[in-house]
């Protein structure tokens, strides 16, 4: 069975630090995999999605930038962390074309 | 207007009941359409997935889907306190591997 990895859980980080967050899936392959970001109350809002190696999109213009190394790895990341950006970032995959997102367990980000 | 509205409760109901979760949509292209459950801190987890009118049916859930009127439902029989986390909505457009639009999310408590 397919499972995702998402860490860490928690994360508290400066103003003007660097960002790394990761994320695996096991058990499939070649999936479609998505980076969202959850405010407080909010829905959830997509940043990046990925549908193969080094292949990224991105749907909002802001301090993050995402990659995909290999297959089953997203990784997102920030140079210099704004205040703005704390929130709760979720991972999530897809496989074929018809099948629905199954998201990991996600991470709180304060920036302080 | 959003493409996709969702009342964000929060709804309460004592243990027992029956719980209707609904969500409407402006876009006629929707297709897929999901339900997602999250408990506090943790990420989304997926109930239902149906991409037909009608109703789908599993265990104490049952997903609706209108499409003639851009609605679609979420029924909770017998409900429990294990039930208690927000539901999220979820559309998107078949051919697009980013276009997947939530719902703000209901917040759900069940009074035992």
């Known amino acids: 069975s397919q499972t995702i990895h998402q860490w860490p859980a928690t994360l508290v980080q400066p103003v003007g630090s660097p960002l790394s967050l990761e994320c695996t899936v096991e058990g499939t392959s070649n999936p479609n995999l998505y980076w969202y970001r959850q405010a407080a109350g909010r829905g959830l809002q997509l940043l990046f999605y990925s549908v193969g190696i080094g292949q990224i999109s991105s749907e909002v213009p802001q301090n993050l930038s995402a990659s995909r190394p290999q297959d089953r790895q997203f990784i997102l990341s920030s140079k210099k962390l704004l205040l703005s950006d704390s929130g709760f970032y979720l991972c999530?995959?897809?496989?074929?074309?018809?099948?629905?997102?199954?998201f990991g367990n996600g991470t709180r980000l304060t920036v302080t | 207007q959003k493409e996709v509205e969702q009342d964000p409760g929060p709804l309460s109901v004592p243990e027992g009941a029956i719980v209707s979760l609904n969500c409407t949509y402006s876009?006629?292209?929707?297709?897929?359409f999901m339900w997602y459950r999250q408990y506090s801190r943790k990420g989304p987890e997926l109930l239902m997935y149906?991409?037909?009118?009608g109703n789908k049916e599993d265990g104490r859930f049952t997903a609706q889907v209108d499409k003639s009127s851009k609605y679609i439902s979420l029924f909770i029989r017998d409900s429990q306190p294990s039930d208690s986390a927000t539901y999220l909505c979820a559309m998107r457009v078949y051919s697009s591997a980013s276009k997947i639009i939530f719902g703000s999310g209901t917040r759900l408590s069940i009074r035992p």
């Open positions: 149906t991409y037909s009118s």
């Open positions: 999530a995959w897809r496989g074929t074309e018809d099948s629905p997102l199954h």
């Open positions: 876009n006629s292209a929707f297709q897929y």
